[in-house]
């Protein structure tokens, strides 16, 4: 494998499950980031960690739990969600954080909630 | 309020044309800017990026512009081929000194196509 893996791709849960999402990246990065794209809207930041330690937090209701138990694996738990937070879930990593390192994107997982 | 504003959700071209992309923004303390291709069911790729010390940086059959007094900058593909068809996403990084990170900052994209 290489590059940022995401797992699953396609995920529909309804408002009363937990389900995790998973994110690998095999490019020896130490940033991971969390995103969210909705429907005609621009991919907004969901959560920033930098060495495991997260670094960033814009926001995100509590529902969304993140957590990076190695600088290589970001999970994204998801309990009691809302019909809103239908959306595709992309994670990124970058080798580190400064203006040019760009970050990576895996596949996404496209989220359903009913 | 959206602070990286692309207008033009799609554009068509025809192959072997120039493809012009454009994208505004209204934070002045953007230092960064990046250009994103998406194709579907796959993530963003990175395509071009420009310092904000830069007007333009080449690569390839890419060409980005930056105009700070406007808070302008446009994507310029030539020529264009049926492969460059995607979304493209400007991006926008803004260096937050509080905590020594950055928040990268999306544009809504442009859906190109290229006419055979």
């Known amino acids: 494998e290489t590059g940022v893996t995401q797992t699953p791709r396609h995920l529909v849960m309804g408002m009363t499950n937990k389900k995790s999402l998973k994110c690998e990246q095999h490019l020896g990065h130490n940033a991971m980031y969390w995103y969210k794209q909705s429907a005609k809207k621009p991919l907004e930041l969901m959560f920033v960690y930098n060495f495991k330690e997260q670094t960033e937090n814009n926001s995100v209701p509590s529902r969304f739990s993140p957590e990076c138990p190695n600088s290589s694996h970001l999970f994204l738990h998801l309990h009691t969600l809302q019909p809103e937070d239908s959306a595709l879930y992309l994670c990124a990593s970058s080798q580190d954080q400064g203006p040019s390192y760009e970050q990576y994107f895996g596949p996404g997982t496209r989220l359903t909630v009913t | ?116």
Request: some cysteine.
């Open chain 2, 1 to 116: 309020d959206q602070q990286v504003k692309q207008n033009s959700p799609s554009l068509s071209v025809q192959e072997g044309r120039i493809s012009i992309l454009n994208c505004d923004y209204t934070n002045s303390m953007f230092d960064y800017f990046l250009w994103y291709k998406k194709y579907p069911a796959e993530g963003p790729t990175f395509l071009i990026s420009i310092s904000s010390i830069k007007d333009k940086n080449e690569d390839g059959r890419f060409t980005v512009f930056l105009n700070k007094s406007a808070k302008h900058l446009s994507l310029h593909i030539v020529p264009s081929q049926p492969g460059d068809s995607a979304v493209y996403f400007c991006a926008a990084k803004s260096f937050i000194s509080n905590f020594g990170n950055e928040k990268l900052t999306f544009g809504t994209g442009t859906r190109l196509t290229i006419i055979p």
